[in-house]
């Protein structure tokens, strides 16, 4: 037991248990996770300790970092609400869209560059009318919600359409109010923060 | 017999410092693949140099099933990219 490479191989496990905790993207740290519980079954192994390293091996390692890497993927998510139409011309013909107002395409990857700057993956869920994707906003179905037209009539009365942007972007939630209005720097888009209806539910 | 658990020693820091610099996913998996394999043979010829057949038996069982869940991973990862 008084060998010199078992020193060695315990200094091994809060090495990469150090470099875990300098990971930000959560996928990464899932990764090292998975070295770490190599490591760790090593030096439970070295260290005589066959159950716990077996334990470590399948729970640890093969067990937990599936389960996490389910519960990140499902959690780290922006659900974007777009017009059937809009999302079927955008996709069939990315260059028809007219010069004045950027197309949806475009606008789709605005979004992903915000979101993978965050670590965040961006869904998109197509409403048949804009009545159903307001609906889904409300029901907390989407996140954040996408149409060329305001939810709001009042809106449409506007006079000068030169100035109106062509874009009317929505959210229910305050945290990504907040990043996109600081990562959102096009003028042709119209970001409003709209408060979640009181359900008198306490979390 | 040390000697060589100690240059294998320093071969597992190699796919660690890869882990742990490279910012792609895909060489962060590989990394991952080479330490768990890395450390299982390690294992096993601990438990040969002890003549330790018990944490031998849970060298090959981690050799073989940590490979499993580096699979699953794997799959995960590649279908949120597809996306």
């Given at each position: 037991?008084?060998?010199?490479?078992?020193?060695?191989?315990?200094?091994?496990?809060?090495?990469?248990?150090?470099?875990?905790?300098?990971?930000?993207?959560?996928?990464?740290?899932?990764?090292?996770?998975?070295?770490?519980?190599?490591?760790?079954?090593?030096?439970?192994?070295?260290?005589?300790?066959?159950?716990?390293?077996?334990?470590?091996?399948?729970?640890?390692?093969?067990?937990?970092?599936?389960?996490?890497?389910?519960?990140?993927?499902?959690s780290l998510v922006i659900r974007l609400g777009v017009l059937?139409?809009?999302?079927?011309?955008?996709?069939?013909?990315?260059?028809?869209?007219?010069?004045?107002?950027?197309?949806l395409?475009?606008l789709i990857?605005h979004f992903r560059t915000i979101a993978?700057r965050y670590?965040l993956r961006l869904e998109l869920i197509?409403y048949?009318?804009l009545?159903s994707l307001n609906q889904g906003l409300t029901e907390k179905e989407v996140h954040v919600t996408c149409s060329p037209r305001s939810p709001q009539?009042?809106h449409?009365?506007?006079?000068?359409?030169?100035?109106?942007p062509s874009y009317y972007t929505v959210t229910r939630i305050r945290r990504l109010y907040d990043i996109l209005q600081t990562e959102l720097s096009s003028?042709t888009i119209c970001l409003t923060y709209v408060a979640p209806p009181d359900?008198?539910?306490?979390? | 017999?040390?000697?060589?658990?100690?240059?294998?020693?320093?071969?597992?820091?190699?796919?660690?410092?890869?882990?742990?610099?490279?910012?792609?996913?895909?060489?962060?998996?590989?990394?991952?693949?080479?330490?768990?394999?890395?450390?299982?043979?390690?294992?096993?010829?601990?438990?040969?140099?002890?003549?330790?057949?018990?944490?031998?038996?849970?060298?090959?069982?981690?050799?073989?099933?940590?490979?499993?869940?580096?699979?699953?991973?794997?799959?995960?990862?590649?279908?949120?990219?597809?996306?």
């Amino acid at each position: 037991m008084n060998d010199s490479y078992v020193y060695i191989i315990v200094a091994l496990l809060p090495l990469v248990a150090f470099m875990l905790m300098l990971q930000a993207n959560p996928y990464n740290a899932l990764v090292i996770r998975g070295i770490l519980g190599a490591v760790a079954a090593l030096v439970y192994a070295v260290l005589g300790a066959a159950d716990v390293a077996l334990t470590e091996a399948l729970v640890g390692t093969m067990l937990a970092i599936t389960l996490y890497a389910v519960a990140v993927r499902s959690s780290l998510v922006i659900r974007l609400g777009v017009l059937k139409d809009d999302w079927l011309e955008a996709e069939s013909d990315p260059d028809a869209a007219p010069v004045d107002r950027p197309s949806l395409t475009q606008l789709i990857t605005h979004f992903r560059t915000i979101a993978r700057r965050y670590h965040l993956r961006l869904e998109l869920i197509p409403y048949p009318d804009l009545q159903s994707l307001n609906q889904g906003l409300t029901e907390k179905e989407v996140h954040v919600t996408c149409s060329p037209r305001s939810p709001q009539p009042e809106h449409n009365s506007k006079t000068d359409e030169e100035k109106s942007p062509s874009y009317y972007t929505v959210t229910r939630i305050r945290r990504l109010y907040d990043i996109l209005q600081t990562e959102l720097s096009s003028p042709t888009i119209c970001l409003t923060y709209v408060a979640p209806p009181d359900t008198g539910e306490k979390h | 017999m040390n000697l060589m658990l100690i240059a294998m020693i320093l071969a597992l820091l190699i796919p660690i410092y890869e882990a742990w610099q490279d910012e792609d996913i895909w060489q962060k998996m590989l990394a991952f693949a080479s330490a768990a394999t890395k450390t299982s043979v390690m294992i096993l010829v601990v438990s040969v140099l002890r003549d330790d057949w018990m944490i031998g038996v849970v060298g090959v069982i981690i050799l073989s099933v940590g490979n499993a869940g580096l699979m699953l991973l794997a799959h995960l990862i590649k279908r949120m990219s597809e996306q």
